[in-house]
């Protein structure tokens, strides 16, 4: 069978024309799925974007959350503000890193009577800042952490 190539330049605008239209679909390749992430009209200040668990161990399921937070001052304040939160929570800071619009923290404590470990990278993008964290039991973080690290420094601000 030949193709025209106006057949051929057809089929492409069909697939750049259904590109656009879903333009927020989650893909996992590895689980077979996708999904139109539900988005609301209305301007949400904060925003609760996603969460992927992992299988849960113990009663817990390690997870990568992504969050969008209005924040209309610096990366610098922003940095101040969250270790400020660590103190009065009572979190240890084993990493921290500030770097361009960009800060990232490895801290871990005890939240709801479980030893919690946490990477999270927040990124500051107009009157915003994205967070992406991952949260792990402790007993586990180094069995998960390569997985979870690897989801957080994934996350790409296509702005």
């Known amino acids: 069978m030949r193709l025209s190539v106006i057949g051929l330049a057809g089929l492409f605008l069909a ?18 799925i996708s999904i139109e992430a539900p988005v609301s009209g209305d301007a949400a200040t904060n925003l609760q974007i996603a969460v992927f668990f992992l299988p849960p161990l113990n009663d817990f399921a390690a997870n990568v959350n992504v969050q969008k937070q209005q924040f209309t001052g ?14 009065q929570f009572r979190l240890t800071v084993l990493n ?7 800060v990232r923290y490895e801290y871990k404590g005890d939240m709801q009577g479980r ?9 500051k993008a107009g009157e915003y800042v994205y967070l992406v964290t991952a949260t792990g039991l402790e007993e586990q973080w180094e069995g998960q952490k390569l997985v979870l690290i690897k989801s957080v420094d994934s996350f790409v601000l296509k702005q």
């Open 15 to 32: 697939a750049g024309a259904l590109a656009v239209e879903r333009k927020n679909v989650f893909i996992s390749t590895d689980h077979g």
């Open 74 to 87: 610096r990366i610098e304040d922003y940095d101040k503000l969250s270790v400020s939160q660590f103190k």
């Open 96 to 102: 921290r890193a500030l770097k361009g619009n960009e």
């Open 115 to 123: 030893a919690l470990r946490w990477y999270a990278r927040s990124i």
